[in-house]
């Protein structure tokens, strides 16, 4: 049974690239003939991934399992926090979820997690020639390194080389590597074996001196200046971080509009709707109506339903969506939003905020009760109404019944229904996630809000980019050289 080399990735801050690099070189090395496993010991992001296994990972490794062409485990990202309400985030070890805590109480529950994490990482070890392993954050933040598990205390732990990633695009990248190995413990700063520029933009040559700067003011090795890849927005992102950077798609005529919640999660169920050629779709910010030329209405999934139900009401979008109905317009609810379509929704026990219950949207005849357990789990089936095939998967807490429930959206392969539908055919919801990336239920969905397909396919199209990524990257990392550093 092979034994890993392994090597780490790590960068001085957030979103460097770090998740997109590991992806690329994961399909890299996967084109060489190597068996590769991508590692996050932490991450923390409510944009998550089912596994075949029944627990959830972030949706980083969720991708570079992917890039890797190996199905995702729950051993690739052990530990995964999904930041919630007051109550903190939710703490997810090896999938499954074991309670909440407050940032300054997780900094007291590293240590013990670190055992999981390290049979995790042993684990892909016996099953790979090599183990990509992805940092959080920055590399620079001394200030939490005494209960870190995430960064260089990982990698001190498990004596793993570490390559540190800047970002030239933000600015000031010299400073950001040099100062990085400033602050750093020197038994730290003695794993970095190099370091790579991120995102460079223009005439490769003009930066050298750059790369010999960085070079002198650190004793690390350059392993490359990486330009920037246009196709990185093609790919699920991370966290809702990128939802910054995102403007309207402004091709098509049919308008998707996407009510940005304070908790959103899974946002990357919109992906495949924003690369269809008929369609433009807007992310809605706080502040903003939801435009009254829209078709269809996305209340997207929600990591606290009942806080981000009354910002939906503070917003003044429950208004919106009532003119927009009466308008004709369409709405799909998916999972939070599909509870928050609901006439009640009920959080007895205080698993996502402050115990309570709430009014729903009222558009759909059922009501919603937060529960313990989560269901986690791939599905397949077929739509009700017209017998389309989809796949997707489940993951939410909370049961939800009632009359409406008698027009469910999808019938799952063993029998099950799931979602509702209103009586006027309008309003839809249902608790899975996925489904706009089965291009045959994306072209279904499409016709009934007044659309139609265009686009290549979606999963297709994935894989496509990771080719595309793991070529970009092999013309500007030094790939031996950097393979050299594992171990």
Same mark, same amino acid.
């Given at each position: 049974?092979?034994?890993?080399?392994?090597?780490?990735?790590?960068g001085?801050?957030s979103d460097v690239g770090?998740s997109?690099?590991?992806?690329?070189?994961?399909?890299?090395f996967?084109?060489r003939g190597?068996l590769?496993?991508?590692f996050k010991?932490?991450n923390?992001s409510?944009?998550a991934?089912v596994?075949?296994d029944g627990?959830e990972?972030?949706?980083?490794?969720?991708l570079q399992?992917?890039?890797?062409?190996?199905?995702?485990?729950v051993?690739?990202?052990p530990?995964?926090?999904?930041?919630q309400?007051?109550i903190?985030?939710?703490?997810v070890?090896?999938?499954?979820?074991?309670g909440n805590a407050?940032a300054r109480a997780?900094?007291?529950?590293k240590?013990g997690l670190?055992?999981a994490?390290?049979?995790?990482?042993?684990?892909?070890k !016996?099953?790979?020639?090599?183990?990509?392993v992805e940092?959080?954050?920055?590399?620079?933040?001394?200030?939490?390194r005494?209960?870190?598990?995430?960064?260089m205390?990982?990698a001190r732990?498990?004596d793993?080389?570490?390559?540190?990633?800047?970002d030239?695009?933000r600015?000031?990248v010299?400073?950001?590597?040099?100062?990085?190995k400033l602050?750093?413990?020197p038994a730290d700063a003695?794993l970095?074996?190099?370091f790579l520029?991120?995102?460079f933009?223009?005439?490769?040559a003009?930066f050298?001196?750059?790369?010999?700067?960085?070079?002198?003011?650190?004793g690390w090795?350059?392993?490359?200046l990486?330009?920037y890849?246009?196709?990185?927005?093609?790919?699920?992102?991370?966290?809702a971080?990128?939802?910054?950077?995102?403007?309207?798609?402004?091709?098509g005529p049919?308008?998707?509009?996407v009510?940005?919640?304070a908790?959103i999660a899974n946002f990357?169920?919109l992906d495949?709707?924003?690369f269809e050629?008929?369609?433009?779709v807007a992310?809605?910010?706080?502040?903003?109506a939801?435009?009254?030329?829209?078709n269809?209405v996305?209340?997207?999934?929600?990591?606290?339903?009942?806080s981000?139900?009354?910002?939906f009401?503070?917003?003044?979008?429950?208004?919106?969506l009532?003119?927009h109905?009466?308008?004709?317009?369409r709405?799909?609810?998916?999972?939070?939003?599909f509870?928050?379509?609901?006439?009640t929704?009920a959080d007895?026990?205080?698993?996502?905020?402050?115990?309570?219950?709430?009014p729903?949207?009222?558009?759909?005849?059922?009501?919603?009760?937060?529960?313990?357990?989560?269901v986690?789990?791939?599905v397949?089936g077929?739509s009700?109404a017209?017998?389309v095939p989809?796949r997707?998967y489940?993951?939410? !807490?909370?049961?939800?019944?009632?009359?409406?429930?008698a027009?469910?959206?999808?019938?799952?392969?063993?029998?099950?229904?799931?979602g509702a539908?209103?009586?006027?055919?309008?309003v839809r919801?249902t608790y899975v996630?996925g489904?706009f990336a089965?291009?045959r239920q994306?072209s279904?969905?499409?016709?009934?809000?007044g659309?139609t397909?265009g686009?290549?396919?979606?999963?297709?199209?994935i894989d496509?980019v990771?080719?595309?990524?793991?070529e970009?990257?092999?013309?500007?990392i030094?790939?031996?050289r950097?393979l050299?550093?594992?171990?």
């Amino acid at each position: 049974m092979p034994h890993a080399k392994a090597l780490m990735f790590q960068g001085t801050g957030s979103d460097v690239g770090k998740s997109l690099i590991v992806a690329g070189l994961c399909r890299t090395f996967a084109n060489r003939g190597l068996l590769v496993r991508p590692f996050k010991p932490q991450n923390m992001s409510n944009n998550a991934a089912v596994t075949p296994d029944g627990g959830e990972i972030g949706r980083a490794q969720a991708l570079q399992a992917r890039a890797c062409r190996v199905a995702a485990s729950v051993h690739m990202n052990p530990v995964l926090l999904k930041p919630q309400s007051e109550i903190g985030a939710q703490v997810v070890v090896l999938g499954q979820v074991t309670g909440n805590a407050t940032a300054r109480a997780f900094q007291s529950m590293k240590a013990g997690l670190l055992p999981a994490i390290a049979n995790s990482f042993h684990h892909l070890k !016996t099953e790979a020639d090599l183990v990509l392993v992805e940092g959080a954050g920055s590399a620079a933040e001394v200030n939490l390194r005494a209960n870190d598990i995430a960064n260089m205390g990982f990698a001190r732990h498990a004596d793993v080389p570490v390559v540190l990633i800047g970002d030239i695009d933000r600015g000031g990248v010299i400073a950001q590597i040099a100062g990085t190995k400033l602050v750093l413990d020197p038994a730290d700063a003695a794993l970095v074996g190099g370091f790579l520029v991120n995102k460079f933009r223009g005439d490769p040559a003009l930066f050298q001196p750059g790369m010999d700067l960085i070079a002198h003011h650190t004793g690390w090795a350059g392993l490359g200046l990486i330009r920037y890849f246009r196709e990185a927005g093609r790919l699920p992102a991370e966290d809702a971080a990128v939802l910054d950077k995102r403007t309207p798609t402004a091709g098509g005529p049919v308008i998707v509009a996407v009510p940005r919640l304070a908790h959103i999660a899974n946002f990357d169920d919109l992906d495949p709707l924003r690369f269809e050629p008929s369609l433009s779709v807007a992310m809605i910010e706080p502040g903003q109506a939801l435009p009254g030329n829209a078709n269809l209405v996305i209340l997207p999934g929600s990591k606290a339903t009942l806080s981000d139900l009354a910002d939906f009401r503070r917003n003044g979008w429950d208004i919106d969506l009532h003119a927009h109905v009466r308008r004709g317009g369409r709405v799909l609810g998916l999972c939070g939003g599909f509870q928050m379509l609901g006439q009640t929704v009920a959080d007895p026990d205080g698993l996502e905020g402050p115990a309570g219950a709430m009014p729903g949207l009222g558009w759909l005849d059922v009501q919603t009760v937060l529960t313990q357990g989560k269901v986690l789990t791939q599905v397949h089936g077929t739509s009700v109404a017209d017998a389309v095939p989809f796949r997707g998967y489940e993951m939410h !807490t909370g049961r939800t019944g009632g009359p409406g429930c008698a027009r469910p959206l999808l019938r799952f392969a063993d029998g099950r229904l799931d979602g509702a539908i209103s009586a006027d055919g309008r309003v839809r919801g249902t608790y899975v996630h996925g489904l706009f990336a089965d291009d045959r239920q994306r072209s279904a969905l499409m016709a009934w809000f007044g659309a139609t397909g265009g686009a290549d396919s979606y999963e297709a199209d994935i894989d496509r980019v990771l080719d595309a990524l793991a070529e970009h990257l092999a013309q500007d990392i030094d790939l031996d050289r950097l393979l050299s550093l594992a171990r």
